[in-house]
């Protein structure tokens, strides 16, 4: 049963709080201007309604919801994620079977890297394990930046070198030459966060 929500209308036909979708509805068609937001509770419109309507404009963004008709993700396939500390700067990424949940790799943490490099690292290793095993499972990945940069062969990075993470740099000239010599036919697909909830393959740091 979908939650109740609260609408406060500050100019319309009827300003006011109202219970329902409906009841909002008919206060703000054919009202130029019409200045309205919904609210998860009563109370919440309550103080919104005694205050500015440009008090709460942008401040909080509606959650999007599940569509209940959106196709389930395909079983057969691995899923791969990367995670990046603000704080200090590592990154580490790795991979999961999502027949059986069964971690395939996980690589770092290193140091100065990004997420999309990590994203990007993780679906050329996924590629080259398929590869060696002979399985034609489609890899999912919730980064369509990694995925671009899948396609078009080249990690395009603004990431600066440092001192310490030659590696990644080294591990990104690696993944780029393995996409430019090898052919694959196992497609790379988004993971769908909206319907099917977080990445089996995050690192659970959010």
């Keep these: 049963m979908p939650k109740k929500k609260f609408y406060v209308v500050w100019d319309g036909h009827?300003?006011?709080?109202?219970?329902?979708?409906?009841?909002?509805?008919?206060?703000?068609?054919?009202?130029?201007?019409?200045?309205?937001?919904?609210?998860?509770?009563?109370?919440?419109?309550?103080?919104?309604?005694?205050?500015n309507y440009f008090q709460h404009i942008g401040k909080k963004k509606e959650k999007a919801k599940?569509?209940?008709?959106?196709?389930?993700?395909?079983?057969?396939?691995?899923?791969?994620?990367?995670?990046?500390?603000?704080?200090?700067?590592?990154?580490?990424?790795?991979?999961?079977?999502?027949?059986?949940?069964k971690l395939l790799f996980k690589k770092g943490p290193f140091p100065d890297g990004t997420n999309n490099v990590g994203e990007f690292l993780a679906i050329v290793h996924a590629?080259?394990?398929?590869?060696?095993?002979?399985?034609?499972?489609?890899?999912?990945?919730?980064?369509?930046?990694a995925m671009s940069w899948v396609r078009k062969k080249k990690a395009n990075t603004k990431l600066e070198k440092t001192a310490r993470n030659q590696e990644l740099f080294d591990l990104m000239d690696r993944a780029e030459e393995w996409l430019k010599t090898n052919k694959y036919d196992n497609a790379i697909l988004k993971w769908d966060t909206k319907n099917w909830g977080e990445n089996p393959a995050d690192f659970g740091r959010k």
């Design 66 to 101: 599940p569509n209940p008709k959106a196709p389930p993700p395909i079983k057969q396939s691995i899923v791969v994620d990367a995670a990046w500390n603000t704080r200090t700067g590592d990154m580490e990424y790795q991979g999961f079977d999502f027949r059986n949940g």
């Design 14 to 51: 009827q300003k006011g709080i109202f219970d329902s979708w409906a009841k909002c509805k008919k206060q703000i068609d054919g009202y130029h201007g019409a200045k309205y937001k919904s609210f998860e509770s009563e109370t919440e419109a309550i103080d919104a309604f005694a205050g």
């Design 127 to 145: 590629l080259a394990l398929l590869q060696k095993h002979k399985l034609n499972l489609p890899i999912y990945s919730d980064s369509k930046t």
